[in-house]
C-alpha cells in the first residue's frame, strides 16, 4: 500500500470516527470509569504498591491456591507500567482510571484501524472494513474496553508478534498477561527451522529464550525479592477452583469431577496432540492459533469473558492470510508451514 495522501487521510477519518464513537459508547457504559469492583483497580493497587516499594506477590502466601481473592496473577509488565504512573502524580486511582479509560479506547481502536489498513494494502477495502468493525463493536471486545481489561493490549501485542512471526513482541504480549503462554510451544514449533532434527531443536531453544527474554527480565526483581510468592501467584491460574463468566456453562472436568491440576488434563492432552500435528503437518500460524484458543475455550475449567477477546482478534488475520517476509523462515520450512 502506497501512503500516499488520500489513503491516509482515509485510514485517519476511519480512526477518528471510530474513536469518537467508542469514547462514547465508553462514557455511556461507564461514566466514570471502571469502578473499584474491576479488575483494572486491582492491577493499580498492585503498580501502586510497586511504587512504594511493596511486592504485590508476596500477598499470596497463606493462600489455599483454590478461591481467587485477588492475588497477582499477571507478569508484571503492566503493574510497572503503573507504577511508572504512580511516579509521574496519577497517585490515586481515580486519576489514574481517567488516563486509562481514554488509553483503553485509543489501543482498541488502534486495533482496528491496523485490521482495516492491512486489508486496503492488498484492495481488500470492502473486507477490511467489515471485519475491522465485526472486531471494534463485538460485544466481547467492547466488554473488555468498558472494563478496562488488559485484554485487548496484550491481544494486540500477541497478533501483531504472530503476523511479523517476532518473538521479542510475542514476550511482550506475555509480559503484559500470560494468556498466550498457552500458544507459545506452537509459536516456538511453527517458526523452528532445521534440516535436521537438531538444527530444528536448536532453533526451538534460541526462538524461546527470545520470546521468554522480555517476561524474564521484568520478573527478576520479585524473583530475588520473593521467588516463593511470585512463582506461587503466576502458578494459581493453574490450579484455581473452576468457574465461568457464562453461568451453567461447565467444562468436561467440571462434569466427571476432576478437581486442581486434574482438572487441567483434558486441555492440556488435547495441545498436546495439537502440537503433535503442527509439528507434523502443514497449517499456518493463526490456523494454530484459533485451534489453541478453541481448545482452551472448551476445556480450561475457568472461563472469563475477557478471554474471547484473544480468538476474535485472530478471526480478520484469517481472511488475510500471512506475509512470507513474516514467517521468518527459509523456503523450505516456509512452505511446510503455509
Not at 163 to 182: D, H, T
Not at 191 to 211: D, H, W
Not at 301 to 327: D, H, I, M, T
Amino acid at each position: 500500500m502506497t501512503f500516499d495522501g488520500k489513503k491516509i487521510g482515509v485510514l485517519l477519518v476511519f480512526f477518528v470516527l471510530n474513536f469518537v464513537a467508542l469514547y462514547s459508547l465508553t462514557l455511556k457504559a461507564m461514566p466514570k470509569g471502571p469502578g473499584k469492583g474491576n479488575d483494572i483497580f486491582f492491577i493499580y493497587r498492585d503498580g501502586q504498591q510497586i511504587a512504594n516499594g511493596i511486592n504485590p506477590y508476596s500477598r499470596i502466601h497463606g493462600s489455599d491456591m483454590r478461591k481467587n481473592k485477588k492475588y497477582s496473577t499477571y507478569l508484571p509488565g503492566f503493574f510497572l507500567f503503573v507504577a511508572l504512573m504512580v511516579k509521574l502524580g496519577l497517585d490515586s486511582f481515580e486519576e489514574f482510571v481517567k488516563v486509562w479509560q481514554v488509553s483503553a479506547v485509543l489501543i482498541h481502536t488502534l486495533f482496528g484501524t491496523l485490521i482495516f489498513f492491512l486489508f486496503s494494502s492488498r484492495r481488500l477495502n470492502l473486507a477490511g472494513l467489515v471485519l475491522s468493525l465485526i472486531y471494534l463493536y463485538n460485544r466481547f471486545t467492547l466488554n473488555v474496553m468498558f472494563s478496562g481489561q488488559l485484554d485487548i493490549l496484550g491481544a494486540l501485542m500477541f497478533v501483531v508478534a504472530i503476523y511479523f512471526s517476532n518473538p521479542y513482541l510475542f514476550g511482550v504480549s506475555l509480559a503484559i498477561k500470560q494468556v498466550a503462554l498457552i500458544f507459545l510451544p506452537f509459536f516456538m514449533v511453527l517458526l523452528s527451522q532445521g534440516e535436521s532434527l537438531a538444527e530444528r531443536f536448536k532453533c526451538l531453544v534460541v526462538l524461546t529464550v527470545k520470546a521468554l527474554a522480555v517476561p524474564i527480565l521484568v520478573s527478576l526483581p520479585f524473583l530475588v525479592d520473593d521467588a516463593e510468592a511470585f512463582l506461587k501467584s503466576i502458578a494459581f491460574s493453574v490450579t484455581r477452583e473452576a468457574g465461568a463468566h457464562i453461568r451453567g456453562l461447565k467444562s468436561l472436568d467440571v462434569v466427571i469431577g476432576l478437581d486442581g491440576f486434574l482438572a487441567r488434563v483434558p486441555m492440556l492432552s488435547l495441545l498436546l496432540l495439537a502440537l503433535y500435528v503442527c509439528w507434523r503437518q502443514r497449517i499456518t500460524m493463526f490456523k494454530a492459533a484459533l485451534l489453541v484458543f478453541c481448545i482452551f475455550y472448551g476445556f480450561n475449567p475457568v472461563l472469563l469473558n475477557q478471554y474471547f477477546v484473544w480468538g476474535v482478534a485472530l478471526v480478520p488475520f484469517l481472511f488475510l492470510g500471512e506475509p512470507a517476509r513474516g514467517l521468518g523462515m527459509s523456503g523450505g520450512a516456509a512452505e511446510r508451514v503455509q
